[in-house]
């Protein structure tokens, strides 16, 4: 079956960097495409970034661009998102997304999600 | 940006009832919407895209209507399992946007 594994969050000081991994199995990861999606305590979902199923096309959330880098491994199934010049506003829990079988923008399975906190 | 709304923002209910969330989209999205279900400590998992297919696995007492501005989410008989926090999503334009959901919780 589908299965995403996120791994890599924690606690950061603000300005630091942080790297989250995501484990993919049960399809084929080259032909998928990706995102990270987050939820920060309270508040609704929001997309960060995408990566499109033949690995060129990224796009991200205005609220990272410049700051955050989707890429992926497809001999190891993983994807990851680099993160860098962390903020406060940054703490969420993150989630590694797969795109959507009919549309790669929607959503069609998720992993439990692995948490940051962007913290002095 | 395109912003979703949606309304009401919780829902008391209970088990047997019919049940309908909205989901309104600041401009045009086309069929361009998705619903999710999350349950406390739980990621989402999708129920609804294009508006109105059932994604895989999902009970045939979930339906979803709606094209342009307004969309509807139906549970026909709600069941206990059922008790959830529904999102909705834009995929017309990016960025892909969401709405604040609409929690329903036992009456």
């Known amino acids: 079956q589908v299965q995403l594994v996120e791994s890599g969050g924690g606690v950061v000081q603000p300005g630091r960097s942080l790297r989250l991994s995501c484990a993919a199995s049960?399809?084929?990861?080259?032909?998928?495409?990706f995102h990270w999606v987050r939820q920060a305590p309270g508040l609704r979902l929001e997309w960060v970034a995408l990566?499109?199923?033949?690995?060129?096309?990224?796009f991200y959330a205005d609220s990272v661009k410049g700051r955050f880098t989707i890429s992926r491994d497809t001999s190891k199934n993983t994807l990851f998102l680099q993160m860098s010049s962390l903020r406060a506003e940054d703490t969420a829990l993150y989630f590694c997304?797969?795109?959507?079988?009919?549309?790669?923008?929607?959503?069609?399975?998720w992993g439990q999600g692995t948490s940051v906190t962007v913290s002095p | 940006e395109k912003v979703m709304t949606q309304s009401p923002a919780t829902l008391s209910v209970s088990p047997g009832e019919r049940v309908t969330l909205s989901c309104r989209a600041s401009?045009?999205?086309?069929?361009?919407v998705a619903w999710y279900q999350q349950k406390p400590g739980q990621a989402p998992r999708l129920v609804i895209y294009?508006?109105?297919t059932r994604a895989t696995g999902i009970p045939a007492r979930f339906s979803g209507s709606g094209s342009g501005t307004e969309f509807t989410l139906t549970i026909s008989s709600l069941q206990s399992e059922d008790f959830a926090i529904y999102y909705c999503?834009?995929?017309?334009?990016?960025?892909?946007?969401f709405g604040p959901g609409t929690k329903v919780d036992v009456k």
């Open positions: 997304v797969r795109g959507g079988s009919g549309s790669y923008r929607y959503f069609d399975y």
């Open positions: 990566m499109s199923s033949d690995g060129i096309n990224k």
């Open positions: 999503q834009q995929y017309n334009n990016w960025p892909l946007t």
């Open positions: 401009q045009t999205v086309g069929s361009n």
């Open positions: 294009a508006a109105s």
């Open positions: 049960g399809f084929s990861f080259g032909a998928s495409a």
